[in-house]
């Protein structure tokens, strides 16, 4: 497994060995020893997610205020550019984005700590996105800051309006959320 560093500290970027041949491919997508010899990181997942969405929906940006999730998120068939916020406000990059295309075809998978909002916008005909998160959804917890907040300044490659949802239709700014120490 290679490891790509982010120009957001903690965010990290994942390529998995790939093995193919004329029949196809094998990719390992998860060892835990190999997770944390690469990173140094001692994650146990909890859940595994599957959404499959359109061309043009955006989902996000979401996290947990407490039960703060992290997530290693890969894409399965279609692709999508997935987006990262830093909302721990001690760190040196809080507010700012880092944003990467996820396809079938790059195989590549983003590692989003803890603190951290998250979102992506499906770039083909339809998309499925696996990630695993390393505490249980809890609703009662989970906040949504505006897609398109002007603080942030997330450049979606949209071509016309995403398709959202009604809560993500209601995100609040940055400035009025709930965010980490």
Request: hydrophobic share 40%; proline share 6%.
């Amino acid at each position: 497994m290679k490891i790509i560093p982010t120009a957001i500290p903690d965010l990290l970027i994942l390529e998995p060995k790939l093995f193919g041949d004329s029949r196809g491919f094998f990719l390992e997508s998860f060892n835990a020893s190999s997770f944390r010899q690469a990173t140094g990181l001692d994650v146990t997942f909890v859940q595994d997610n599957h959404s499959r969405s359109q061309k043009g929906v955006l989902r996000g940006l979401h996290y947990q205020i407490r039960q703060s999730q992290g997530k290693l998120v890969r894409v399965v068939r279609g692709a999508v550019f997935d987006v990262a916020v830093d909302i721990r406000q001690s760190s040196p990059a809080f507010g700012q984005w880092f944003g990467i295309e996820l396809t079938e075809d790059n195989h590549r998978q983003f590692w989003i700590p803890p603190g951290f909002a998250h979102g992506f916008v499906v770039l083909t005909d339809s998309a499925d996105v696996l990630y695993k998160t390393s505490v249980y959804y809890a609703p009662e917890y989970e906040r949504c800051i505006l897609w398109n907040d002007p603080a942030i300044g997330i450049q979606w490659p949209l071509a016309g309006e995403p398709i959202l949802s009604e809560k993500d239709k209601r995100g609040l700014p940055l400035h009025q959320t709930e965010v980490f120490a």
